[in-house]
């Protein structure tokens, strides 16, 4: 059976995000009176702080822009491909959208594979079915078009054509060892940023586990962002999106990982949401939902290399079980989640609150509280579940959601510590 041969540049000497092998985690911790001279202590915490120091900084190559999705065929002629494999869901095709890659493929000379089965939250066989069809086929390059279930598909089908195995032998950060396939990516909704992170979320069917995948070499090649691809999103899903978006902001910026180039993107991307979602969905006026994609984007980009924390960590683990929309977990989560992280960063909290609740409030401390108080107001007024009893019949699987968050890659750069017991706290509070 012909193997993929892939093209990307490989990285995975390079700790990725999750902070268990990077450059922060590497100097152990030395107590006093370790035997060392005080010079040598002073070299040590030297370079120690300037370890501290440093970060790094991976997004794909970003072709944005109305009518942006027609560079297609040149990027991925310029990837070398000959025939490629496109991976979407049915919704797409109704809409027109898959028939227009099409059409865009053709006339670039290029032959495709077509490969559709993918649900909300994928599944690990959906994952290997596409991997396989993909080799059959003996595709070169993988386009995905779509939301963050499509996208997420097509990294896992990345992984399996250039690694082999099984999608749960990569679970956690760093265990990609060899290059995937070419991949380029066409998000129609404006909120998982799979297309500009080092993030795939898988379902484990057997465990019933949404499984964080996490490595440099899950960005894709070429992102392109067409915002026009939004106009025919449903409501629900601009809604659902966007707050996604919104977490993905507010937990990268507070992240133990945030440096100054993902808290300004992720400051950036708070702002644009909190303006444009209600204009947005009161008008849907590709003016407001190109802002939208503008702050998807920077938020993708920020938690792609800052990492995010336990409303993901919990939301995962709720997807894993209850097959929620990933995106409306977040109104129910992030008010208690943030609650709990503001002993840890009240000062950014504040900042937050700056951009939340406007110059009203002087004080750091209550614009913290405000900022926490004023999202949920903000949440209420889309129309969705703000509590966790609108979407789970009961609460006999919160122990199990919280000890399995507990697990999730996520919770690693959450500011705050949080054992499986703090976040059964968090569940209840947001029962
Ligand atoms: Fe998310």
């Known amino acids: 059976m012909p193997r993929a041969a892939g093209r990307r540049e490989h990285s995975f000497r390079h700790g990725a995000v999750a902070g268990t092998s990077g450059p922060r985690s590497g100097f152990p911790a030395r107590g006093r009176g370790s035997g060392r001279s005080v010079v040598s202590r002073l070299l040590i915490t030297a370079a120690r ?12 190559e970003v072709i944005f822009g109305q009518g942006s999705i027609k560079a297609l065929g040149q990027c991925a002629l310029r990837l070398g491909a000959r025939r490629v494999l496109i991976v979407s869901d049915p919704g797409l095709a109704q809409v027109g959208w898959v ?44 386009i995905a078009l779509g939301g963050g279930s499509p996208m997420d598909t097509a990294k896992g089908i990345g992984i399996i054509a250039g690694n082999g195995g099984c999608i749960s032998d990569y679970e956690g950060a760093n265990r990609i060892m060899r290059p995937l396939p070419p991949m380029i990516f066409i998000p129609s909704t404006c909120g998982s940023g799979s297309d500009t992170t080092q993030y795939c979320i898988v379902t484990d069917i057997g465990r019933q586990v949404k499984m964080s995948i996490i490595s440099r070499s899950l960005v894709p090649n070429v992102s392109i962002i067409d915002p026009s691809l939004l106009l025919t999103k449903s409501l629900e899903l601009i809604i659902a999106a966007a707050i996604d978006a919104l977490s993905h902001a507010i937990e990268s910026y507070v992240s133990k990982l945030a440096s100054p180039f993902t808290e300004t993107l992720a400051l950036q991307a708070i702002g644009i949401i909190m303006q444009n979602l209600k204009p947005a969905v009161e008008s849907r006026s590709i003016q407001h939902l190109e802002q939208l994609a503008i702050a998807s984007t920077a938020a993708g980009m920020s938690f792609s290399n800052a990492g995010l924390g336990v409303a993901h960590a919990l939301a995962h683990s709720l997807g894993g079980i209850y097959d929620t929309l990933h995106g409306l977990v977040h109104p129910i989560l992030l008010p208690a989640v943030m609650r709990f992280n503001l002993p840890a960063c009240q000062e950014k909290m504040a900042r937050i609150g700056k951009i939340v609740c406007g110059p009203r409030f002087s004080s750091g401390r209550e614009l913290a509280h405000r900022c926490i108080d004023e999202l949920a107001s903000f949440f209420l007024q889309f129309g969705v579940p703000v509590r966790m009893r609108e979407i789970l019949p009961d609460t006999s699987k919160l122990e199990s959601i919280a000890r399995m968050a507990c697990r999730d890659a996520c919770a690693l750069t959450n500011p705050r510590d949080a054992s499986w017991e703090d976040l059964l706290g968090i569940c209840q509070e947001a029962w």
Do not use: C
Request: hydrophobic content about 40%; proline content about 4%.
């Open 49 to 60: 702080d300037e370890i501290m120091n440093i970060s790094k900084f991976a997004i794909p």
């Open 99 to 142: 028939e227009k890659l099409f059409d865009l493929l053709e006339e670039a000379g290029l032959t495709w594979t077509y490969f559709d089965n993918v649900s909300s939250n994928p599944r690990d066989y959906q994952v290997h079915q596409g991997a396989e069809r993909y080799i059959e086929d003996q595709a070169d390059v993988i």
